[in-house]
């Protein structure tokens, strides 16, 4: 999916997904953080940190994607 990012939240959740998939982290929060950071240049994270954060953290924590 890196060759195609969008400046969204859908393109930022798929990325988002397949990261998260591919780092081994037990503590949620240091993971979100480090996931962003590998993330730090797609357009999204760019132009709306908090946003990608709190969508990284709804998926996490809300939708329970992961746990």
Do not use: G
């Not at 998939?21 to 993330?39: A, G, M, P, S, V």
Request: aromatic share 14%.
């Amino acid at each position: 999916m890196k060759d195609k990012t969008y400046n969204n939240a859908d393109s930022f959740a798929i990325s988002f997904d397949e990261e998260w998939q591919k780092f081994n982290c037990k503590d949620i929060t240091h993971k979100i953080d480090k996931i962003i950071e590998i993330l730090s240049d797609h357009p999204f994270v760019i132009s709306n940190p908090n946003n990608a954060r709190n969508i990284a953290k709804f998926r996490i924590y809300t939708l329970k994607k992961f746990v």
